[in-house]
């Protein structure tokens, strides 16, 4: 049975094929289109999945597309309405691609897909929950999806047993904890649907002033753990911003611009706002283990995507394991989508044997040798072609060296994090190396924290971390036999300048990390690397962040590792078997 499932027209479109029940390919569009979060049909992402299996659309046995877009464009007419004449603006905005494009997907579909068996439509929540509990390594689980909004719904819980799940309560719109977290992206001059990373950066240089102020006048929370906003405060729902003057007046003034100097006042901010999300989710989470006495919470949805506080719901929320979907946001939702087709046409789940099915998450496109030697031929790079022990010493020594090298292997993650394929990696010794990514690498914030990879056995010398975390998806502390003495950082940005660890690369100014583990079955020639460099230098701990640049997507092909690594400061690429230093310098 080949069902493909379908994400787009929101933010980060996607694709994804299960083959009798396994994931066998799935990706973003952003990584063939190179517009990053692109919303757009995702035409090359579908192609991809049916070209891995070695199929047409007229093999499929159901497209599934991941929300009902009818019921979406009630919710927003509904909207509309109700504030009318104030939501003019928006409604002129927002129907031109509705009515040239959104409500005619049903058209699209048959079209771009011709010849599938069945055409089907799952919804939002449902898709996310079905990519949390299906993929998962559970056969018991509750299932708790958190975002910002679907066709009605922001949040949902249920429980899913063995081949099936149900939801049991939803929270609807406009009451929305992603929108609430991203009215302050947009607030703090970053770009929603992209920059709560950033905020959740910042919030460690501040503290939270404003978190009373929050509860006290923007979220009004109930007994069941549900929660109320306080529209007067907000503009998403008839303006053509997320806040209002309410809000601003309320927090010090107007948004900040972006590029423009971070002052305390927003660090302060980033602060309040996440320690108020890791709230209102331990008591999400709290209701949904008090109402379905499950011990195990999987979770999807955007705001599954906040590492800081899936990390609290692992040390101080009730369930005892916790599994988070790699691509929790809108692109997972295909994932989801299409495991709801599988089992509505009566395919089964495969066995689990206690693993998860998502294959480390590596479920994008691969290159042979032949196509990676076309793009570095093209460049006119000079490349020296290695055998595996051989290139792994020599990447391991140029990262013990203090180099910067791009790692370009295997299949393409899928999820918005670089989990060891298409990743840039450097020393988590070397004191300045954050600095050094973030200025000269990827030209991006330098208040931006760097990730740790670490060989799964040895994770809890380094972090107070005691499950695996191969997905970089849970925040620990580092562990106190790492700390150095801290007498004063000072405060804000200028606390970046003090070394807090033996790791201090990957160690966050309140000493967190956001750990990611691998091991040989998962991923075994990046675990390879991992103990290659624990070898020469002791240390099993690397810094793991993207293969891209800023306001670029993750690089896809060979051409784009390429081009990367020609525009940015990297020192080395190891590409497939080929290693290349300083454009060509051997």
Same mark, same amino acid.
């Given at each position: 049975? %080949?069902?493909?499932?379908?994400?787009?027209?929101?933010?980060?479109?996607?694709?994804?094929?299960?083959?009798?029940?396994?994931?066998?390919?799935?990706?973003?569009?952003?990584?063939?289109?190179?517009?990053?979060?692109?919303?757009?049909?995702?035409?090359?992402?579908?192609?991809?999945?049916?070209?891995?299996?070695?199929?047409? #659309?007229?093999?499929?046995?159901? +497209?599934?597309?991941?929300?009902?877009?009818? =019921?979406?464009?009630?919710?927003?007419?509904?909207?509309?309405?109700?504030?009318?004449?104030?939501?003019?603006?928006?409604?002129?905005?927002?129907? $031109?691609?509705?009515?040239?494009?959104?409500?005619?997907?049903?058209?699209?579909?048959?079209?771009?897909?011709?010849?599938?068996?069945?055409?089907?439509?799952?919804?939002?929540?449902?898709?996310?929950? &079905?990519?949390?509990?299906?993929? #998962?390594?559970?056969?018991?689980?509750?299932?708790?999806?958190?975002?910002?909004?679907?066709?009605?719904?922001?949040?949902?819980?249920?429980?899913?047993?063995?081949?099936?799940?149900?939801?049991?309560?939803?929270?609807?719109?406009?009451?929305?904890?992603?929108?609430?977290?991203?009215?302050?992206?947009?607030?703090?001059?970053?770009?929603?649907?992209?920059?709560?990373?950033?905020?959740?950066?910042?919030?460690?240089?501040?503290? $939270?002033?404003?978190?009373?102020?929050?509860?006290?006048?923007? =979220?009004?929370?109930? !007994?069941?753990?549900?929660?109320?906003?306080?529209?007067?405060?907000?503009?998403?729902?008839?303006?053509?911003?997320?806040?209002?003057?309410?809000?601003?007046?309320?927090?010090?003034?107007?948004?900040?611009?972006?590029?423009?100097?971070?002052?305390?006042?927003?660090? @302060?901010?980033?602060?309040?706002?996440?320690?108020?999300?890791?709230?209102?989710?331990?008591?999400?989470?709290?209701?949904?283990?008090?109402?379905?006495?499950?011990?195990?919470?999987?979770?999807?949805?955007?705001?599954?995507?906040?590492?800081? !506080?899936?990390?609290?719901?692992?040390?101080?929320?009730?369930?005892?394991?916790?599994?988070?979907?790699?691509?929790?946001?809108?692109?997972?939702? #295909?994932?989801?989508?299409?495991?709801?087709?599988?089992?509505?046409?009566?395919?089964?789940? $495969?066995?689990?044997?206690? @693993?998860?099915?998502?294959?480390? &998450?590596?479920?994008?496109?691969?290159?042979?040798?032949?196509?990676?030697?076309?793009?570095?031929?093209?460049?006119?790079?000079?490349?020296?072609?290695?055998?595996?022990?051989?290139?792994? %010493?020599?990447?391991?020594?140029?990262?013990? *060296?203090? *180099?910067?090298? *791009?790692?370009?292997?295997?299949?393409?993650?899928?999820?918005?994090? &670089?989990?060891?394929?298409?990743?840039?990696?450097?020393?988590?010794?070397?004191?300045?190396?954050?600095?050094?990514? %973030?200025?000269?690498?990827?030209?991006?914030?330098?208040?931006?924290?760097?990730?740790?990879?670490?060989?799964?056995?040895?994770?809890?010398?380094?972090?107070?971390?005691?499950?695996?975390?191969?997905?970089?998806?849970?925040?620990?502390? =580092?562990?106190?036999?790492?700390?150095?003495?801290?007498?004063? #950082?000072?405060?804000?940005?200028?606390?970046?300048?003090?070394?807090?660890?033996?790791?201090?690369?990957?160690?966050?100014?309140?000493?967190?990390?956001? +750990?990611?583990?691998?091991?040989?079955?998962?991923?075994?020639?990046?675990?390879?690397?991992?103990?290659?460099?624990?070898?020469?230098?002791?240390?099993?701990?690397?810094?793991?962040?993207?293969?891209?640049?800023?306001?670029?997507?993750?690089?896809?092909?060979?051409?784009?590792?390429?081009? /990367?690594?020609?525009?940015?400061?990297?020192?080395?690429?190891?590409?497939?078997?080929?290693?290349?230093?300083? /454009?060509?310098?051997?």
């Amino acid at each position: 049975m %080949n069902v493909l499932g379908i994400s787009a027209f929101y933010h980060d479109s996607a694709a994804a094929l299960l083959v009798d029940g396994h994931p066998v390919a799935a990706a973003q569009e952003e990584r063939f289109s190179r517009i990053k979060n692109d919303a757009s049909f995702p035409e090359q992402a579908c192609a991809f999945c049916l070209q891995h299996a070695g199929i047409t #659309s007229a093999d499929l046995d159901a +497209v599934v597309f991941y929300d009902k877009p009818l =019921v979406k464009f009630e919710r927003i007419l509904h909207t509309f309405l109700n504030r009318a004449p104030r939501g003019l603006n928006m409604f002129r905005q927002a129907m $031109p691609a509705w009515l040239k494009q959104k409500l005619w997907i049903p058209r699209m579909l048959h079209q771009q897909l011709p010849g599938a068996t069945e055409y089907l439509y799952s919804s939002h929540h449902f898709s996310h929950a &079905a990519s949390a509990f299906y993929p #998962s390594p559970f056969t018991s689980a509750a299932i708790l999806t958190v975002d910002g909004v679907g066709e009605w719904s922001t949040c949902s819980y249920g429980v899913g047993c063995d081949d099936a799940f149900e939801l049991h309560k939803e929270l609807h719109f406009p009451h929305s904890l992603g929108l609430l977290y991203s009215s302050f992206t947009a607030y703090l001059g970053f770009r929603i649907n992209e920059g709560e990373y950033k905020v959740m950066g910042l919030a460690p240089y501040g503290e $939270p002033k404003y978190l009373d102020l929050i509860f006290d006048q923007l =979220v009004d929370r109930h !007994a069941d753990s549900s929660f109320a906003l306080n529209r007067k405060y907000f503009g998403y729902l008839d303006q053509l911003s997320m806040t209002s003057p309410s809000f601003h007046a309320l927090f010090g003034g107007p948004p900040r611009q972006p590029e423009a100097t971070l002052e305390q006042r927003h660090m @302060d901010l980033a602060a309040s706002i996440q320690k108020a999300t890791e709230i209102l989710m331990l008591d999400l989470a709290n209701e949904v283990h008090r109402q379905t006495g499950e011990e195990n919470l999987c979770l999807a949805g955007g705001v599954a995507l906040n590492c800081v !506080a899936n990390g609290r719901l692992l040390r101080e929320g009730p369930f005892k394991r916790i599994w988070i979907q790699p691509a929790a946001g809108d692109a997972g939702g #295909s994932l989801g989508a299409a495991f709801i087709g599988h089992l509505a046409l009566g395919g089964q789940l $495969p066995h689990k044997d206690g @693993d998860d099915l998502m294959s480390a &998450a590596l479920l994008g496109p691969d290159f042979n040798d032949t196509e990676i030697i076309q793009a570095l031929d093209a460049a006119n790079l000079d490349y020296t072609q290695m055998e595996t022990p051989t290139l792994l %010493n020599t990447v391991a020594a140029e990262l013990a *060296g203090g *180099g910067v090298v *791009g790692w370009y292997q295997g299949r393409m993650e899928f999820g918005p994090r &670089a989990l060891g394929n298409r990743s840039i990696l450097a020393d988590s010794r070397q004191t300045d190396m954050q600095h050094t990514l %973030n200025q000269k690498i990827k030209f991006r914030e330098g208040f931006r924290p760097f990730a740790p990879v670490v060989l799964e056995e040895l994770a809890t010398e380094f972090f107070d971390l005691d499950v695996p975390s191969p997905y970089m998806l849970l925040v620990s502390q =580092v562990a106190e036999q790492q700390k150095l003495p801290v007498t004063d #950082s000072g405060t804000g940005l200028a606390m970046l300048d003090t070394p807090r660890s033996t790791i201090p690369a990957v160690t966050h100014v309140d000493n967190s990390a956001r +750990v990611q583990t691998v091991n040989d079955r998962q991923n075994p020639l990046f675990t390879q690397l991992l103990k290659t460099f624990e070898q020469q230098t002791g240390c099993p701990v690397l810094v793991n962040t993207s293969f891209n640049i800023k306001d670029e997507p993750i690089v896809c092909t060979p051409q784009d590792a390429v081009e /990367c690594f020609l525009k940015s400061g990297i020192d080395a690429l190891a590409i497939g078997p080929f290693w290349i230093k300083e /454009c060509g310098e051997l």
